[in-house]
């Protein structure tokens, strides 16, 4: 069993930054590719990026590429997104999940592969 928590969203202007976190709970955290995916008002859930239990590789959305990056403490049990260079069309609810199995690109952006969901955490960019 892995529980998640996000923490880091809030209100930035077009162009600043954020850094979200997931704090994870359990032993076995290390063991898990983490993924973020994000879901605005009105659309689906979209993959945003995803790193493999041993820190890497890194895949990541082509919308977000050269902006956002992941990563992950396997000693704190936090995995990291990055956010710069924001968008207006990046406001979201910005979620992470954990996955175990998601070795290639196609699971990791898939919402199937993983079994375990945070609540959210809301990233709102004004123009």
């Known amino acids: 069993q892995v529980q998640l928590q996000e923490s880091g969203g809030g209100l930035v202007q077009a162009g600043g930054s954020l850094r979200l976190s997931c704090a994870a709970s359990?032993?076995?955290?290390?063991?898990?590719?983490m993924g973020w995916f994000r879901q605005a008002p009105g659309k689906e859930r979209e993959f945003v990026a995803a790193i493999s239990w041993s820190r890497g590789p890194t895949y990541y959305a082509d919308y977000v590429k050269g902006r956002f990056t992941i990563s992950r403490d396997n000693a704190k049990n936090t995995v990291y997104l990055q956010l710069n260079s924001l968008k207006p069309e990046d406001t979201a609810a910005y979620y992470c999940?954990?996955?175990?199995?998601?070795?290639?690109?196609?699971?990791?952006?898939?919402?199937?592969?993983?079994?375990?969901w945070g609540q959210g955490t809301q990233v709102t960019v004004s123009s």
């Open positions: 359990g032993r076995t955290f290390n063991s898990y590719t």
């Open positions: 999940a954990a996955g175990r199995g998601v070795a290639t690109m196609t699971p990791a952006r898939d919402p199937r592969s993983y079994d375990y």
